[in-house]
């Protein structure tokens, strides 16, 4: 496991519960270093002083906030620290709610809260009492140098931290070109019974319960890429690009009754 990128405890009403905050996340992005196209010898990016063009050791930097044009302060991790000891050292549960009242386009990032030896049955309590009551804990931690809400969402033996986006952090989707719902857009789209009972017959056919190990959610993608990269290094010709499927011309009439009948033919034979 990682190291733990926080450590504070969760005030729960009176109960404290000293805990540390892993990353559940393990991004699988690809590394790639720019280089000098005529030798492949790798390009660095300098830390310049930008009034004296000389690079700057690292010994030497600092975080500076500008205040004004062209005026800065300097602020220090201490200071980072300092500023409220209070919200940066503890999870501040506010109230329980149910998990599916909050929008799914609020989550933003997960991570495991560890209980320390002696918040181990404070812990346990709380996410018995949230399991069993069917709710999540939402809450306030400071993570670096911003203050998120966040949701505690028991999942098995884990704890999990779930980061939550503030809704001003989301765009607006009046400028959204959309479809509008019920029955009477679908009439007007010219949707009619039988392309609607297929539909519903084809999400009937493919749903399953999801595993998210299953060998069809790879990221097949980051596998193939790899695949590449191992032939190039090995000196082997890479295949040439195929050409991608071609999109439906615009203003193609669509047969949707044909197309949604042979997809749930597929769907059974490849369910059976």
């Not at 479809?179 to 679908?186: I, Q």
């Not at 993608?221 to 295949?239: Q, V």
Request: hydrophobic share 45%; with cysteine; aromatic share 6%.
């Amino acid at each position: 496991m990682p190291r733990a990128i926080w450590r504070g405890t969760i005030s729960f009403g009176l109960v404290t519960i000293p805990v540390s905050l892993l990353a559940a996340e393990q991004p699988r992005e690809l590394a790639f270093h720019l280089l000098d196209g005529r030798d492949l010898t790798p390009i660095h990016n300098m830390r310049v002083n930008e009034a004296t063009g000389k690079e700057v050791e690292w010994e030497h930097v600092v975080k500076g906030f500008e205040a004004s044009p062209g005026s800065y302060v300097v602020v220090t991790d201490d200071d980072l620290r300092s500023a409220n000891v209070e919200a940066t050292q503890t999870i501040d549960v506010l109230a329980a709610v149910c998990a599916d009242e909050i929008h799914p386009q609020l989550f933003s990032a997960p991570y495991y809260l560890e209980p320390d030896k002696a918040g181990r049955k404070a812990f346990l309590l709380l996410r018995e009492a949230l399991r069993s009551a069917k709710r999540v804990a939402l809450a306030k931690i400071v993570i670096r140098t911003r203050q998120h809400l966040c949701a505690l969402v028991p999942d098995g033996e884990l704890l999990l931290l779930e980061v939550l986006r503030y809704p001003y952090e989301l765009r607006e989707t009046s400028g959204i070109d959309l479809p509008a719902s019920g029955d009477a857009a679908m009439k007007e789209a010219g949707v009619t019974k039988a392309e609607l009972d297929l539909a519903t017959q084809l999400v009937a056919t493919i749903s399953k319960p999801f595993d998210p190990a299953a060998p069809e959610y790879r990221d097949t993608y980051h596998d193939d890429l790899m695949a590449l990269i191992e032939r190039k290094a090995s000196g082997a010709e890479p295949a040439p690009v195929p050409e991608p499927a071609k999109p439906e011309k615009a203003g193609e009439v669509v047969d949707i009754v044909a197309l949604l009948t042979r997809s749930l033919d597929e769907a059974k034979r490849a369910k059976a």
